[in-house]
């Protein structure tokens, strides 16, 4: 079964400081490994994905994150967070097999000017 | 533009009545998706469907049940049977079972009086 782990509930980053949000994951097979965002009473926005290649990934409004097959993680990094990067952000991975995307409890990530 | 409709965006049920849910999308997708979000619970999969048709239960279909005459539509009925209806619910689309990420609705919040 996959499951995907997100540790922090809550991450609080000062205003230009570079932020980080953890995630690692469990599947069998090659992972396909995912970011969103979702502001308040709004649906998911896609951010970035990893699918194979570079482990270093970029994706939307400056976000990035680092596949480590080693310690199945697949932390989400900014090196400089915006107020406006205040939001719930989901870490979710799919297995190999024909199976939906398998979601994170969530990071509510608070950035304080 | 393309994307996904859902529709009502605010519902209110008295108990044990059903409701049905509305998700459309001209993103040309085959798979469609629907998920519960409750605080501190991440978001958990209930239907979902890759070809008109045919779909398959998630991890809490009970109390629930879809249906996929046309591509561009997967509504959700809520059942009396689901005995904690009030939540947050998000439908998705992806273009490929694999390596394509889910495009989400706005999401429709139901609360039961």
């Known amino acids: 079964a996959q499951s995907v782990a997100q540790p922090e509930d809550q991450v609080n980053v000062a205003e230009g400081n570079p932020l980080t949000v953890k995630c690692t994951y469990s599947v069998s097979g090659n992972p396909y490994l995912f970011w969103y965002v979702q502001y308040p009473n709004r649906g998911l926005q896609f951010l970035l994905k990893?699918?194979?290649?570079?482990?270093l990934v970029k994706g939307s409004y400056g976000f990035e994150a680092e596949f480590n097959k080693s310690q199945t993680s697949f932390h989400l990094k900014k090196p400089s967070a915006l107020v406006s990067d205040s939001a719930l952000y989901f870490c979710?991975?799919?297995?190999?097999?024909?199976?939906?995307?398998?979601f994170g409890k969530g990071t509510r990530l608070s950035v304080i000017a | 533009d393309g994307g996904i409709t859902q529709s009502p965006k605010y519902l209110f049920r008295k108990e044990g009545q059903n409701v049905t849910l509305s998700c459309e999308q001209n993103l040309n997708h085959d798979a469609m998706y629907w998920y519960r979000q409750d605080p501190g619970q991440g978001l958990r999969l209930i239907y979902y469907s890759q070809i008109v048709n045919d779909f398959q239960k998630g991890d809490i279909a009970e109390g629930y049940s879809v249906s996929r005459e046309k591509k561009e539509s997967f509504p959700l009925t809520v059942t009396s049977a689901q005995k904690n209806p009030t939540a947050f619910y998000l439908c998705?689309?992806?273009?490929?079972?694999?390596?394509?990420?889910?495009?989400f609705g706005e999401g429709s919040r139901l609360t039961v009086l």
């Open positions: 998705a689309s992806s273009s490929g079972p694999y390596t394509g990420e889910l495009f």
């Open positions: 979710a991975v799919r297995g190999s097999g024909n199976t939906p995307l398998v």
């Open positions: 990893y699918i194979t290649g570079d482990n």
